[in-house]
C-alpha cells in the first residue's frame, strides 16, 4: 500500500533546510558545493563475472545478482548527512486509486445535509452500526436543490465542490423515496452469489415496482458475425504468438514481435512489488524514417489478455468451445477498432472470436460503463437482476452507480457472474467494452551502449526495460490477486525464460518468446530533454529510476561530464527494492544516494526517509544545479505521494537557499519546467 503524503503546509514549513556557504544571501551566485569529490569514472566492465544488466547471460541461474551491504547503498559522500527527517512518503509505482478527498468533502456536505427533513433512508444502512462511516453516495435526500443551495452557498464555487463526486452531484437529487414501513414495501431479492457481494452495491430502497427514470438508451450494436466466403484463404491464427496484423499502432507500420534476448527479476523475495528486467532484440525492427531508439525514451509494448481472463469469459457467456477459435468475417459499421489508431470507418477482415477478445478488448482495466450496464439489463431474463442493472442505469441509482465506478477495477467476467442471467450476444457485448490500449515503458538503457557490449553475438542490437508488477485484489477466492494487463503478460514472459534456464534449456531456440512492441514516445520529455553537458540532480522512486541508468550510463561515457550526475533513488527497503544495484559504474556508491520508505526502529528511533527528505537535505547541490548553465532536474515515479512531495521540497529549496517567498519559488520553477530545466515524468 502506498503511504500517504501529510498536507502540503507540513512539507513546506517543518523541514530545516541546512545553511552552508553557497546558501544566499551569504553568496547570491550559486557555486558548486566545494565538498563534491572529483571522480574518475568508467564504464561498467562486462565480463565473464559481471551480475549486471550488460551479461546477463553470464549467470543463467542467478536471478538476483548480489546487493551491496545496506551500509554501502546508503553512502552518498562523506560529507553529506543521513540524518533522519519526518515528511510526505514516496510510492513506488503504486496503482492509480480514485482520489480520496472529494469524498471526504462530500461527507462535509453530508453532514450539513442531515439537518435536512429526509424523505427517506437508505435501505441497506437501517441494517447497519451507526458509527458506519456515511457516504454522499449512499445518503438520500428527497430537499428541493435550493434547500441545498442555500447550505453550500450560490455562484461556481458550490458547483465546484458538489460536482467534485464523480456522478456531479445528480446522485444528492434524485432518489428512491418509498414508506419502507408500508407492509407493501418488498426490497428487490439480490443476487446469492460472490461475483454480485464483490461488488457491494447499496441499493437503497430498491424495488421491483420502483419508477426508474433518465434510464441510459441502449446503445447500438456496431458489429457483427458472418460466416467466411468460400473463395478466401484458409486463416492461420497465431493468438497465443502474437497480436492479428490488423491491430496496427501506426499504420502503415505492424506490431513488432522482439525476440526475449534476456529476462531476470531485480527484487528480492519479500519485495512488495517484484520487478523485472528485460532486454529486447529489436535488430530486425524495420527502419521508419530516420526515428531510431533514444535513451530516456519510451516504448509501447502491445499486451495480450490472458488465456484465463479470456476463458473465463467465453464461460459466463456460454460460448461453446468450438466457436471460440472458428474463423469468421467480422464487419464494422462505424469506429476505429479493432485497430489501435486507425481512421474511423467501417471495416471487414478475417478474425476469430478469441483473437477479438485477447488483442482488442480491454477485459479488466476499465470500471464498468452505464452502456455496458445497459447492454446487460436488456438480455438479463431474471426480473431482479433486470431491474438492479436498469437502476445502476437511471438518475435514481447514480449513487450506487458512482460507487461502482470509483471502487476497485472489476473485470467484465465478474460483472457478468454477478447477474448471471444476463448473457449478451458477443457483439453487443464487444460494441460496449473498451479498447486493449497499449502500455508504455521507459528505456532503462542508453541504446547504443547496449548494443556495442562485449559478448554479443551477431552485432545484435538491445533495447532494456524494466516493469514492476500490477497486482489488484481478485473476487474469486478470499486473499487472492490479479496482475494488470500489461505488467502480468510481461511477468509470465519472465517466468518462462527464468524457468527455462533453470532447467538447462536454451529459451531463445526453444521457447522463442516474442514481445509485441513498438518504437514509441522517443520524443519524451525525459529524452527530449536529456543531453548537453550542464550537471543533473536525478530523483527516482521505484521503478522510476529505470531511466536513470540509462542517463547515467551515457553520461560515464563522457569523461567531462561524469562528476556532473547525482542520484537520489528511492525505494522501500533496500535489501529487497533496490533496482539496478552495482550498475552505474566504477563510483556508484558516490554519485548515488538511497532513501528507504520503511521504518525501521534502531534504539527507538525511526530510520524511515523519502526522496523529498533527501532533496531538502542536498539542498546545495539542488540549488547548484538548477542554477548552474544547462543545469537540469529530472524527477520520475509516482505523482502521488512522491511527485507532489518532491516538488513541495524542491520549493522549500529555492525559498531557503534564494530567499525567495512562497510564490515567487513557485514561478522559479514553474520558469524552469518552461526552459526544459526541471522535467517531472509522473504517472
Not at 424523505?119 to 447497519?128: I, K, L, R, T
Not at 545484435?460 to 486473499?479: F, K, N, Q, Y
Not at 523519502?610 to 505523482?639: H, P
Amino acid at each position: 500500500m502506498a503511504s500517504t503524503a501529510p498536507p502540503p503546509s507540513t512539507m513546506s514549513h517543518t523541514c530545516n533546510i541546512p545553511t552552508t556557504a553557497t546558501s544566499h544571501p551569504d553568496d547570491p551566485v550559486p557555486k558548486e558545493p566545494a565538498a563534491i569529490p572529483e571522480l574518475t569514472l568508467q564504464p561498467p566492465s562486462y565480463d565473464s563475472t559481471s551480475t549486471s544488466a550488460s551479461a546477463p547471460s553470464s549467470h543463467p541461474d542467478n536471478e538476483h545478482p548480489s546487493p551491496q551491504s545496506l551500509a554501502e547503498s546508503t553512502t552518498w559522500t562523506a560529507n553529506h548527512s543521513n540524518s533522519t527527517s519526518t515528511s510526505a512518503s514516496d510510492d513506488s509505482e503504486a496503482p492509480l486509486t480514485p482520489n480520496t478527498e472529494p469524498e471526504r468533502q462530500m461527507d462535509e456536505i453530508v453532514d450539513k445535509l442531515q439537518a435536512l427533513p429526509t424523505a427517506s433512508v437508505n435501505f441497506n444502512e437501517q441494517q447497519e452500526p451507526a458509527t458506519r462511516r456515511r457516504r454522499a453516495s449512499t445518503t438520500l435526500i428527497s430537499d428541493s436543490p435550493s434547500d441545498i443551495r442555500r447550505i453550500l452557498g450560490d455562484g461556481e464555487s458550490a458547483t465546484k465542490l458538489i460536482s467534485q463526486c464523480c456522478g456531479g452531484g445528480c446522485c444528492l437529487l434524485k432518489t428512491l423515496a418509498p414508506d419502507t414501513l408500508s407492509p407493501s414495501f418488498v426490497p428487490v431479492v439480490v443476487p446469492d452469489n460472490r461475483a454480485f457481494a464483490s461488488l457491494k452495491l447499496r441499493l437503497g430502497p430498491l424495488t421491483l415496482d420502483s419508477e426508474l427514470t433518465d434510464t441510459t438508451p441502449l446503445p447500438p450494436v456496431n458489429m457483427s458475425f458472418e460466416p467466411i466466403p468460400a473463395s478466401e484463404p484458409k486463416h492461420i491464427s497465431t493468438v497465443h504468438k502474437e497480436p492479428p496484423k490488423y491491430v496496427q499502432p501506426h499504420p502503415p507500420y505492424d506490431v513488432y514481435s522482439a525476440p526475449l534476448y534476456h529476462a531476470r527479476e531485480l527484487t528480492k523475495p519479500g519485495a512488495e512489488k517484484r520487478t523485472f528486467h528485460f532486454d529486447l532484440d529489436v535488430t530486425d525492427y524495420p527502419d521508419e524514417g530516420g526515428v531510431d531508439f533514444k535513451v530516456g525514451g519510451a516504448i509501447g509494448i502491445c499486451p495480450p489478455n490472458s488465456q484465463e481472463i479470456v476463458d473465463e469469459l467465453f464461460d459466463v457467456l456460454c460460448i461453446p468451445k468450438f466457436v471460440r477459435d472458428k474463423p469468421v468475417t467480422l464487419k464494422t459499421s462505424t469506429g476505429r477498432w479493432p485497430t489501435i489508431w486507425g481512421d474511423d470507418k467501417p471495416r471487414e477482415l478475417i478474425t476469430t472470436r478469441r483473437e477479438l477478445l485477447t488483442w482488442c478488448a480491454d477485459l479488466q482495466s476499465f470500471p464498468p460503463t452505464k452502456n455496458l450496464l445497459r447492454v446487460m439489463a436488456e438480455h438479463a431474463d431474471a426480473p431482479n437482476e433486470k431491474k438492479i442493472l436498469t437502476y445502476l442505469c437511471s438518475a435514481q441509482g447514480q449513487a450506487a452507480f458512482c460507487d461502482l465506478r470509483t471502487s476497485s477495477h472489476l473485470t467484465v467476467a465478474q460483472v457478468l457472474s454477478a447477474f448471471p442471467s444476463s448473457k449478451p450476444p458477443l457483439p453487443a457485448l464487444l460494441s460496449v467494452l473498451q479498447q486493449l490500449m497499449p502500455r508504455f515503458y521507459s528505456l532503462s538503457n542508453d541504446p547504443h551502449i547496449s548494443s556495442a557490449r562485449p559478448g554479443l553475438p551477431g552485432n545484435r542490437r538491445l533495447i532494456e526495460m524494466a516493469v514492476s508488477v500490477h497486482e489488484t485484489p481478485d473476487w474469486h477466492t478470499e486473499g487472492s490477486t490479479r496482475r494488470g494487463v500489461g505488467s502480468g503478460f510481461m511477468e509470465r514472459m519472465a517466468h518462462q525464460f527464468i524457468d527455462a534456464e533453470k532447467q538447462g534449456i536454451d529459451p531463445a531456440s526453444v521457447l522463442d518468446l516474442r514481445i509485441p512492441m513498438f518504437r514509441g514516445l522517443m520524443a519524451n520529455p525525459l529524452s527530449r530533454q536529456f543531453g548537453g553537458d550542464g550537471p543533473m540532480v536525478l530523483i527516482g522512486a521505484g521503478v522510476g529510476m529505470a531511466p536513470f541508468r540509462g542517463f547515467i550510463l551515457n553520461r560515464l561515457k563522457n569523461a567531462n561530464c561524469a562528476n556532473k550526475i547525482w542520484l537520489i533513488q528511492g525505494v522501500r527497503d533496500a535489501m529487497v527494492d533496490e533496482l539496478y544495484s552495482g550498475e552505474l559504474g566504477d563510483h556508484e556508491r558516490e554519485i548515488k544516494k538511497v532513501v528507504q520508505s520503511r521504518k525501521v526502529r534502531v534504539s527507538g528511533q525511526s530510520d524511515a526517509k523519502y526522496v523529498q527528505d533527501e532533496v531538502r537535505l542536498q539542498a546545495d547541490i539542488v540549488w547548484f544545479v538548477s542554477n548552474a548553465l544547462d543545469g537540469r532536474i529530472f524527477v520520475c515515479g509516482s505523482s502521488k505521494g512522491m511527485g507532489e512531495g518532491v516538488e513541495e521540497a524542491l520549493i522549500d529549496v529555492a525559498m531557503q537557499k534564494g530567499g525567495l517567498d512562497k510564490q515567487q519559488a513557485q514561478e522559479f520553477w514553474a520558469t524552469k519546467k518552461q526552459d526544459g530545466q526541471y522535467i517531472a515524468e509522473t504517472w
